[in-house]
């Protein structure tokens, strides 16, 4: 997986799709997805470009920080609760709006997490743990196959 290292510290692993001049080694997805593994050092302010046309989440899984400056992030709560003076933690989904950046300010530590973006599906989706689908239905669906040993069969 390439790895580039900018002047201040931060890191970026691009698993998926273009960055700083580097292409990560998944290729050919429908969505033209970005997948990277971003770590800005303690008491950073990073600016990090996303695709205008796209949308972005970040999932942050060591360190804390905080996201500014782009659409109104929303916390969701996967595993931990994260901090109480608007910043996220470690085990914390961010999703963002539209917009052409993600800033983040890392804490004292560092921020390590994968920021996610891609073309957006322009369908409905229906999401709970590892599996999603488009409706609630479909979902129900799913894992009653999974509990019955019939989710996804190969020939």
Not at 127 to 137: C, Q
Request: aromatic fraction near 10%.
């Amino acid at each position: 997986i390439p790895e580039v290292t900018d002047d201040d510290g931060t890191i970026v692993r691009v698993i998926c799709g273009d960055f700083w001049g580097q292409r990560g080694p998944v290729d050919g997805i429908a969505a033209e997805p970005r997948y990277l593994d971003v770590y800005v050092p303690p008491a950073q302010r990073k600016t990090l470009p996303v695709e205008t046309s796209g949308h972005a989440f970040a999932y942050v899984f060591d360190g804390s920080g905080s996201f500014r400056d782009a659409a109104e992030p929303q916390s969701v709560e996967t595993d931990m609760v994260g901090g109480s003076d608007g910043g996220v933690d470690n085990r914390w989904l961010v999703l963002f709006d539209g917009g052409d950046e993600v800033v983040v300010q890392s804490g004292e530590e560092g921020i390590r997490f994968l920021l996610v973006s891609g073309q957006p599906l322009e369908e409905p989706v229906a999401w709970r743990g590892p599996i999603v689908m488009n409706t609630d239905e479909e979902l129900r669906s799913a894992y009653a196959e999974l509990r019955n040993g019939t989710f996804i069969q190969s020939s």
